[in-house]
């Protein structure tokens, strides 16, 4: 069976078990800490990146999005978490990205706390890195606003996009809270608690 390796907190991690288990994909989690667990991550992916998918020939892939593109390929197009229609599936590419870029500098903004001594934080790096987060769901929100609703495919609770932006928030709440106020992004906010009522969502929970 495969073996995704990397801890449910990591909204990368949450996002492919999450994925997996709509695809109807069997896999074993394995929690193991890039940081905490280093040595015993290096021993099955020396680079050290959560999440890695382990396959059952051994074949040991990283990086979110391309373990996902590699889960696509083994279900049938019905069950795909991506729209069919093209313009919608291009909204949904527009939305993973965005929901991806708010995940990327929420995490760079956990590991600038929690990584570096406090005197060797950079004010305008921290400063530039919340101004991409905030950017990255102003477009969010409006493109909800819109009408872009992120679900997705046919035959599916959510899809890619939904579940990548409802990760992303959740994650963002957990670990930066009050960095984003519910009240100023009510879209994502009733989106996310939506999303995380899902059985695949608290099949996998955050840590
Ligand atoms: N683009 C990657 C990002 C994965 C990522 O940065 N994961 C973090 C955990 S949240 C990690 O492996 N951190 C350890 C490190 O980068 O040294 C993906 O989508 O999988």
Not at 9 to 17: E, G, N
Not at 60 to 74: G, K, N, R
Not at 100 to 117: D, F, G
Not at 135 to 163: F, K, N
Request: charged share 20%.
């Amino acid at each position: 069976m495969m073996q995704l390796i990397g801890m449910l907190d990591s909204p990368y991690v949450r996002r492919t078990a999450i994925s997996l288990h709509l695809l109807g994909l069997p896999f074993e989690s394995r929690p193991v800490s890039v940081f905490r667990q280093a040595e015993a991550f290096a021993r099955i992916n020396p680079v050290i990146k959560a999440p890695t998918l382990v396959l059952d020939d051994g074949t040991v892939l990283m990086d979110s999005q391309l373990i996902l593109a590699h889960a696509e390929s083994l279900v049938p197009a019905s069950r795909s978490l991506w729209p069919a229609e093209p313009a919608q599936r291009l909204r949904a590419l527009r939305l993973t990205g965005l929901a991806l870029a708010a995940c990327e500098k929420a995490v760079q903004r956990v590991y600038e706390r929690e990584l570096r001594p406090p005197e060797k934080q950079h004010a305008p790096w921290l400063e530039r890195v919340q101004a991409q987060m905030h950017s990255a769901w102003r477009a969010l929100q409006d493109e909800m606003r819109q009408g872009a609703v992120p679900g997705g495919a046919a035959g599916q609770p959510i899809g890619q996009a939904g579940l990548t932006l409802a990760v992303s928030w959740h994650f963002t709440q957990q670990l930066l809270p009050g960095v984003l106020a519910p009240d100023e992004f009510p879209l994502p906010a009733a989106f996310s608690a939506q999303a995380e009522a899902l059985a695949a969502f608290r099949a996998w929970p955050h840590a």
